[in-house]
């Protein structure tokens, strides 16, 4: 079973951060090196991040976590008091 440790969720800065001109003209090749080497892909425009390229597999793993995380937070929020919320 994959876990979102198998991943590294900061992007290399000398590797994985590319322009989106770059971005755009070898789309097939970033998706690879996103998906294989387990780890986002910075897009940026003029210099500035713009976007990430992650694998659908990360993607799915940061869903399942925030999933999880609003779930923890209604049920916390159900459980409070009408005099502490």
């Known amino acids: 079973m994959v876990t979102i440790a198998d991943f590294t969720l900061e992007p290399d800065l000398r590797t994985n951060v590319v322009p989106i001109s770059k971005a755009a003209s070898s789309l097939a090749a970033l998706i690879k090196r996103a998906t294989?080497?387990?780890c986002p892909i910075l897009i940026t425009q003029k210099g500035y991040p713009q976007g990430v390229l992650m694998s659908v597999e990360l993607y799915a793993l940061l869903c399942q976590l925030a999933n999880a995380q609003n779930s923890a937070d209604a049920d916390v929020g159900a459980n409070q008091?009408?005099?502490?919320?």
Not at 81 to 85: H, L, M, R, V, Y
């Open 36 to 38: 294989a080497g387990r």
């Open 81 to 85: 008091s009408p005099a502490a919320a």
